[in-house]
Structures are given as C-alpha cells and as structure tokens.
C-alpha cells in the first residue's frame, strides 16, 4: 500500500471520527448540564472513539457495505440518557436531541474554515502536494460528513434526534404513538436507504460541498 492511499485513509477517518464522538458528547454534555450525569458516570463524555463503538453499527455494517460497494451507512452507540434526571423532561430532551445535529453544523464551519485558511497559505503556482491533498481530502470529508449527519439525524423518525425532537414538541397522546414506533425506527431508516430514498439527502451534501469548497 503507497504512502498516498495511507493517507488518503487517515485523512477519511479523522473527520469521521471526530464527527462520530463530538456528536454523541454533545448530547451527554448537555443532558449533564440540565441534570442527568448517567453518559458522565459512565465515562462516555470522552473523545476517545472506542468508547462510542457499536459493534454493528460501526464495525460490520460500514465494512459490509465498503466491501459491497454501496453507500457507506452506520452510527455510534448512543450516549445513556435518563429523562427521569431531567427537571422538565420534554424541555431537556429538545435541546439534547438538537446537540448532536447542532455540534455537526460547528464542525462544517470549522472544516470550512479551515479550508479557507489552508487555500488562502498555498501558492497555486505549482502543482498541489501531497501535504495539500492530504488536507484537502480532510477538509472535503469534513464538510460532507458532518453535513450528512445532520441533514439525517434531523429526519423526525424516532430514534433519529429529529425524531426525539419531534417527540418533545407533540403532546403526550401522540407522543406515546411515537414511542410505538420507535422500535421500528431503524428499520424504517434502513429501508429508506435501501430504496434510495434518502439519495436527494446525500446529493444535496455533494452539491453544497463542491460549492463551499
């Protein structure tokens, strides 16, 4: 394996690393801060990736579908949540179900803005070296990563956090229909996908993508 497919591999999997963990933390720093240290006592407010790993999710899954050659698809193990720590418990799950997408938004302006700065040092006298292209590719997963996270965690199909957004936003009656479903949530997103579905999301990524970059 050359150094350029090496980094090439390094420069995928920081961003996604890092939009992976971030995003988990962000629910559990702001479930802490109104009440519930359930992810803090269990050590999950930590950027260390392994203790975000989902066997399936992470592992077999993405692997399954790189090896497949489809759309690369997963999720990390979510942060525990306990509402019954939560003063207002429909208030707190709003805010903490919109942490995640909303630490996805941070990290595209801050990739971005980091491409600004990074394109605004290099001479384009001369051809791009592997130092560039290196944080190029970083900087373009960055941005499409976390834009695509949050594009699809904010669909409202439970467990997805729009979907728990949406659950604190109806009254009780249909919230308990909400909680019906959600067993089946991941199905119905999986089937979503498989139908191509959610391909308009992931286009429309490309497209802000190529023109922010």
Not at 39 to 63: C, E, F, K, S, W
Not at 155 to 174: A, Q, T
């Amino acid at each position: 394996m050359s150094i350029e497919v090496i980094l090439q591999i390094i420069a995928i999997i920081i961003p996604l690393v890092f939009a992976i963990t971030v995003h988990e933390v962000a629910h559990g720093y702001v479930a802490k801060g109104f009440g519930d240290s359930t992810a803090y006592r269990q050590g999950r407010l930590t950027l260390n990736p392994i203790a975000h790993i989902d066997p399936v999710g992470t592992i077999i899954l993405p692997a399954l579908l790189v090896y497949l050659g489809g759309l690369v698809f997963g999720w990390a193990k979510p942060v525990p949540i306990n509402p019954n720590n939560f003063l207002r418990p429909r208030r707190a799950m709003f805010f903490v179900a919109l942490a995640g997408p909303l630490s996805n938004l941070f990290m595209t302006l801050l990739w971005s803005l980091l491409w600004l700065l990074f394109s605004l040092m290099i001479s384009t006298s001369s051809a791009p070296s592997v130092l560039d292209q290196f944080i190029f590719l970083m900087c373009q997963t960055g941005i499409f990563i976390n834009l695509v996270l949050m594009i699809f965690n904010l669909l409202p199909i439970p467990p997805l956090d729009g979907g728990r957004v949406f659950r604190s936003l109806v009254n009780e009656k249909y919230g308990r229909l909400i909680d019906t479903i959600e067993p089946f949530g991941i199905f119905i997103v999986l089937g979503l996908l498989f139908f191509g579905l959610l391909q308009p999301i992931f286009k429309m990524v490309q497209y802000i993508t190529s023109v922010l970059m």
